[in-house]
């Protein structure tokens, strides 16, 4: 595998083996030995001196009779040996503070586990907790072969990985996983990772293949530095301040329109907190991936969290049924009743499309919410009573319980029995869909990465060639010479291998998904990604699920309305940074 770094204008190749790089953050075992191998070292050199000074006491006591004048020596003696001394007490203490108070995080899940059956404290049950019995625990409970079950335990011990220096596709698949936290590289506040880009192996074995994809990702790069300093230069005359006077002036302002110029093989990165058992399901996902490099990751993935804890992922490998499940509905498609019309896709009111919700929503949020009341009866019979309310009464109800909701505030857990929203969104593009994956509680799926669907062009790009200033002209035509470049890439390397040829794929072409997500994670999402400090276009696919939210539930969203009328936020069809 190989990458290419950007160097005054060309490609440097690089090897893509010494550049990913996945290793722990925070206190892993490595560490506390260190530490008890210091502290035993110190205590090794202090002891003996301790026995010398003891021994020189006794020499010198036994002569301090016949001489006075080894009086003052004999001071100094036992000021040393009393030194001595408390140096050994000190790293004794050192000693006992790193075996019993510094705990990695294997020996933290047994300590925690075994609560459940120890009426002891937490610290006296540490005392008797080390990386020997906690691996014998843990191979016993949590990952034997006989399978006790207890894989929850697992949760306990959590894991802090670098990742760096991967594909964005690949970095994907990390991110892919709901039960746990990341951050990545954000090209939208620090420009371009200047590291470079992927090159998959499909398309290092063929050289003019190669110079292609490197000729491709160049002209990538140059387009967007170039629209990226035309458009600094735009947007601070008086003709586009005229235009919309609330865009601010700055650079930002500029990222966000043309960021997603970047493709699926620009490499990033990113950190990663999670527990092991999701540290094992997200590696066991990665070997399965049918990408190359996503395999590699996950390899390395496994090899950092061995050193966080080594037996409760040594189990992670890659699974049989993700591999063949995935080749079961390639297959599936080849039978032409699955097949389907790919229409062009428009930005449009069309956008958002609403498939499915609760057409008793309204009422089975207002009986949950008064089913944990013990004056009333079972949740059949408040239904039925609910069903029964007229317009007023629901909203009065529904008053009750979201009025006072205040801006930082999560609403109740009653939202959540509402039947999730399913929602088709075809505008959604690979960097929008990058954004909004981010909502973890959301269900989603997206297409694989294709150049079928078209792509985006930004609003600016269209502003500056309406200019009157003929220097700014040109913009979209430069994006689409150089989307047809992407395209034609993405065609030769998909006739050898169809995975390798979504790492060209930009940010900007289109990827039809589909969203679930309940009334509670709504009233999440929606401020959100519709608030000021939003990406714009991630901005303009908020809104229109609000609307269709809205239009099959007033009475719940006119109170999410309110929310969103008292906060500062950009005009709707405001494409810019405000």
Not at 36 to 61: D, I, K
Not at 378 to 393: A, G, I, Y
Not at 417 to 442: Q, S
Request: glycine fraction near 6%; proline fraction near 5%.
């Amino acid at each position: 595998m190989q990458i290419a770094r950007l160097e005054q204008g060309k490609a440097v190749p690089g090897d893509m083996e010494t550049f990913m790089r996945v290793y722990p953050m925070g206190f892993i075992p490595a560490v506390k030995e260190t530490l008890m191998q210091y502290a035993q070292e110190s205590l090794s050199r202090l002891q003996p001196l301790s026995a010398v000074t003891t021994q020189l006491a006794e020499a010198l006591q036994g002569r301090s009779d016949e001489s006075g004048d080894l009086s003052q020596i004999f001071e100094l003696v036992r000021i040393l040996g009393q030194g001595v001394q408390d140096g050994v007490q000190v790293s004794q203490e050192e000693l006992e503070f790193i075996t019993h108070a510094l705990h990695t995080d294997e020996e933290l899940a047994v300590i925690f586990a075994k609560i459940s059956r120890n009426p002891g404290s937490f610290r006296d049950i540490a005392r008797s907790v080390t990386e020997e019995g906690a691996a014998k625990f843990h191979e016993k409970w949590v990952v034997s072969v006989e399978g006790y079950g207890h894989a929850s335990v697992a949760e306990h011990a959590v894991l802090h990985l670098a990742v760096e220096n991967v594909p964005s596709l690949d970095g994907d698949c990390e991110t892919d996983n709901r039960l746990a936290s990341f951050t990545e590289f954000s090209a939208r506040f620090k420009g371009r990772q200047d590291v470079g880009w992927f090159i998959p192996d499909a398309v290092a074995r063929d050289p003019r293949l190669l110079q292609k994809c490197n000729e491709v990702h160049l002209a990538l790069f140059g387009v967007h530095d170039d629209l990226f300093e035309k458009g600094k230069q735009y947007i601070a005359t008086e003709e586009a301040k005229l235009k919309h006077p609330g865009r601010k002036v700055k650079d930002k302002t500029i990222a966000d329109q043309f960021k997603n110029l970047m493709p699926a093989s620009r490499l990033t990165s990113i950190g990663v907190t999670m527990n092991a058992r999701e540290a094992e399901n997200t590696i066991r996902k990665m070997l399965s991936a049918p990408y190359e490099s996503v395999q590699e990751m996950g390899k390395r993935m496994k090899e950092a969290s061995l050193q966080v804890a080594p037996t409760l992922v040594k189990y992670a490998n890659p699974s049989e049924y993700l591999q063949l499940t995935r080749d079961g509905l390639v297959k599936l498609v080849e039978n032409q009743r699955w097949q389907g019309y790919i229409p062009e896709i428009f930005e449009d009111d069309n956008q958002v499309r609403l498939l499915d919700y609760d057409r008793m929503g309204e009422e089975k949020i207002i009986a949950a919410a008064l089913f944990s009341q013990t004056k009333v009866g079972s949740f059949r019979e408040l239904m039925d009573k609910t069903s029964n309310l007229t317009e007023e009464e629901k909203r009065k109800t529904i008053a009750e319980l979201l009025d006072r909701l205040g801006r930082w505030d999560v609403p109740g857990r009653a939202l959540e029995f509402i039947n999730p929203y399913l929602v088709e969104i075809n505008t959604m593009t690979y960097g929008d869909w990058r954004e909004a994956k981010r909502h973890r509680m959301l269900s989603y799926l997206a297409k694989d990465l294709h150049v079928q669907y078209g792509y985006m062009i930004p609003p600016l790009a269209f502003e500056m060639d309406q200019s009157a200033n003929p220097q700014f002209h040109g913009c979209a035509e430069q994006i689409r010479r150089v989307m047809g470049s992407v395209e034609d890439l993405f065609v030769e390397v998909e006739k050898i291998d169809p995975y390798s040829a979504q790492y060209a794929v930009t940010r900007f072409h289109y990827r039809p998904a589909i969203m679930q997500m309940s009334l509670r994670e709504g009233f999440h999402f929606i401020p959100l990604r519709t608030g000021p400090t939003a990406h714009p276009f991630i901005r303009r696919l908020a809104w229109p699920v609000f609307d269709r939210i809205r239009e099959v539930h007033p009475l719940l969203t006119d109170h999410l309305k309110l929310r969103l009328e008292s906060e500062g936020r950009p005009d709707r069809n405001f494409h810019y940074t405000y």
